[in-house]
């Protein structure tokens, strides 16, 4: 996996009404949007939360019979 690095100095405005990125991502592969979604999940989130997974819980419901 490729590490990225953001630059934090740098930053862009742009109208969320006329921006048109949609068909910029529906060229991309499904591989590249993938890699994308996990790139901003770790922005959003960082890196420990990674690691430390998501919680299991598992819980078995018995059925009353009729």
Do not use: C, P, T
Not at 4 to 25: P, S, T
């Amino acid at each position: 996996m490729v590490e990225e690095k953001i630059n934090r100095n740098v930053f862009e405005v742009v109208d969320l009404y006329k921006a048109d990125d949609k068909a910029d991502w529906q060229n991309r592969s499904a591989a590249e949007r993938m890699e994308a979604i996990e790139f901003m999940r770790k922005v959003m989130f960082g890196h420990d939360r990674i690691s430390a997974g998501l919680q299991r819980v598992f819980e078995i419901a018995e059925l009353k019979g009729n």
